[in-house]
């Protein structure tokens, strides 16, 4: 695993700091793009203004939709697959800068965040060339309170770490479309379906059910923000929904937005 560049060679090309332990790093990446497993030295907060990327830890996998956000920890190994042309707004946050940060211990694990009006116009803000050093400062400052207000993203897929347990879950990404009954999975994996089924409860803190629709609304995000030509109806009957409104209602309760919505933002 590779140490990614770290800010200050970026800035030579044209990024900027802020003088006080933030650089600010503004990219564009074209959909289709793979950043490979790395990590920084500093702490980063990754947001993109437009378009959709799928961010991937140890943890697990989150879907990152434009109206969320990523913490990054400093060391943290992570892989960014971008599914949808992306503007991206990086804050790079030096070690010594955090450990002024009254609250950092809630910043020492990598979280994805729905982002506010507030949060968006904020960061969009640092972006400001005309902005001056105090203006900057306080606008940080807001946008790491922020962050600690914000609400926890939905769309985020944990991956369990129990070996049976994790051959029946990546069983379920290699297909999500499918329908996928927990006694056949438990068979295949060499387990029972109650204990398959406890061992999800306790390992990603979703039943299985629950964990399973995640990976069919992340599937339809992947593809929604891939393909332009799929239909709602289409991608309905994929996933294996009785009807449109069922895929709808299920969206919604993952992402916030119906899948017509999320279509459209991108």
Known sequence: MSIAEPPIAALLRGQRATGDGVHLVSRHYRKGIRLDTHMHREAQLVYAARGTMQVTTPKGRWLVPPDR????????????????????????????WLAREERSESLSSEFVVKVSRLLH????????????PARTELLIKLAVLELHHAEDSTT????PQEARCRRAADIVLGDPTAAH?????????????RTLSRLFSAETQLSFKSWCQRARIACAIEKLSMETDVSVKQLA???????VPAFSHAFRQVTGKTPTEFAEKQ
């Open 181 to 193: 009954e927990i006694e056949t999975l438990a068979r295949a994996v060499g387990t029972s379906a």
């Open 69 to 96: 956000a990523v913490w990054v920890p400093a060391r943290l190994g992570h892989a960014i697959d971008v599914l949808a042309d992306i503007d991206m707004r990086t804050l790079y946050f030096d070690l010594a």
């Open 237 to 243: 009957s994929e996933l294996g929904y009785a009807s």
């Open 121 to 132: 116009e904020t960061i969009l803000a640092l972006f400001d060339t005309s902005n001056d």
């Open 156 to 159: 985020f897929i944990p991956l």
